[in-house]
């Protein structure tokens, strides 16, 4: 059969003109060249170049041969740049699991500037409630889940990625809309409507939590609704709802928004990315690596301890 080598130097003498140059540019002595030009000529029996004192020129067979010896090698170095940005992690596909907004924040602007580093990797987004999400890793739907939070689960690798802002929204005419802050004594006695889906069990353990008293729970409704549902539902119900910052792109007339604050300032929630121990995914390692340096994060090795910051924790 003939040898891949064997068509590049076809091609190489071809490009030269003359056997002497085509073997200077390859940096191969020029009989080894002409030899294996023979030999190909011999196993095709037919004549590919015209030799002549001052070089060599492409018979019509040797034309039409060569042709097909440049898609062949062309298609080859294609296949092999391709497996390279494959196995690099520069080109596959990546699923991504979520149950916070896309609308706004840290996870859309990360998914965002990674398909712009990474044109050619096809990332496909999928919002579900945590046992979906956990469920699509272990089944292989997905690379990666990103939830608030961080909690150990078996054969999962984890790292804490970015954290947001808690806010509070409220009807434009409440009166605490007037204040640019706002805290935890503040929402005492108000109403609250959130989702029964993911983030919104989560949410209501913390409002407990914070506003909780001996002879006082605060009164939150849980409705099976989307964040985009209870957030509309707002400003005529004269509830509020806490969100982070990633829903401040879900615009919803009559709502505003505000930071809750704390004594040592805005109180901020933590994200994390879960995903299986055995993921060969090399997309999934150049999206780790991506995320790491994007916010500063130490190198992966293996699970990390939840972060500080986080107010919100697992189910």
Do not use: C
């Not at 091609?11 to 030899?35: C, H, M, P, V, Y």
């Not at 040797?62 to 440049?70: D, F, N």
């Not at 889940?145 to 078996?154: D, F, H, K, T, V």
């Amino acid at each position: 059969m003939t040898e891949l080598r064997q068509l590049r130097y076809l091609i190489a003498a071809d490009e030269a003109g003359s056997f002497s140059r085509a073997a200077r540019n390859l940096n191969i002595k020029q009989a080894t060249l002409s030899r294996h030009i023979l030999q190909i000529e011999k196993r095709l029996g037919m004549v590919l170049f015209n030799r002549m004192t001052r070089g060599a020129t492409l018979t019509p067979n040797g034309m039409i041969y060569l042709r097909t010896a440049q898609r062949i090698v062309r298609e080859f170095e294609e296949l092999n740049a391709w497996v390279r940005a494959t196995n690099d992690g520069h080109v596959g596909n990546l699923g991504i699991g979520f149950y916070t907004s896309f609308s706004a924040g840290n996870l859309r602007a990360t998914v965002t500037e990674f398909g712009e580093r990474y044109p050619d990797v096809r990332v496909r987004g999928f919002e579900r409630d945590r046992d979906m999400l956990l469920a699509g890793i272990e089944n292989g739907l997905l690379d990666i889940a990103i939830m608030i939070g961080e909690a150990p689960y078996r054969g999962l690798m984890s790292r804490p990625l970015w954290s947001e802002r808690i806010l509070v929204a409220m009807p434009e005419g409440h009166p605490l809309a007037e204040r640019e802050r706002i805290h935890w004594t503040d929402l005492t006695r108000e109403r609250f409507l959130l989702t029964e889906r993911d983030p919104g069990p989560e949410t209501r353990n913390m409002l407990l939590g914070k506003l909780g008293m001996p002879g006082y729970t605060p009164e939150i409704d849980m409705n099976d609704v989307s964040r985009e549902t209870v957030l509309s539902a707002i400003a005529p119900g004269g509830h509020m709802s806490i969100v982070a910052e990633s829903a401040l792109g879900i615009q919803v007339p009559g709502v505003v928004f505000r930071e809750v604050h704390e004594t040592n300032g805005h109180i901020r929630v933590g994200f994390s990315g879960y995903w299986r121990d055995d993921n060969e995914n090399a997309v999934l390692r150049r999206f780790l690596d991506f995320v790491a340096v994007r916010y500063s994060l130490p190198p992966l090795s293996g699970s990390h301890p939840p972060p500080q910051q986080s107010e919100l924790g697992p189910p």
